[in-house]
């Protein structure tokens, strides 16, 4: 369903933050990333200037190996749009 145009996975998640690191696409949502994948995509993009939240809330003391969802942006901006629209369409 718009606004996405298509979604690929070339291989390891943390692949998938390195592209938006780079500016290959704008916007990453992944809604089970294992914890490896999220760490070493996060400091990636954040290393990078980007941005990127959880869809759920979870407190750092409750951290976990569970599968977590993800929104990663090529910027701030950009992310809040898309949160704001994922809200609305929940």
């Not at 294992?34 to 951290?63: F, H, K």
């Amino acid at each position: 369903m718009p606004p996405y145009r298509s979604q690929r996975s070339f291989g390891a998640s943390a692949l998938d933050w390195c592209w938006v690191a780079a500016g290959r696409c704008h916007l990453y949502l992944h809604g089970k990333q294992m914890l490896w994948d999220y760490a070493a995509g996060q400091l990636i993009l954040t290393c990078a200037g980007g941005s990127e939240n959880r869809l759920e809330e979870i407190p750092p003391e409750n951290v976990t190996l569970e599968p977590r969802s993800v929104v990663a942006a090529v910027s701030s901006s950009l992310q809040q749009q898309w949160l704001q629209w994922v809200d609305a369409h929940r």
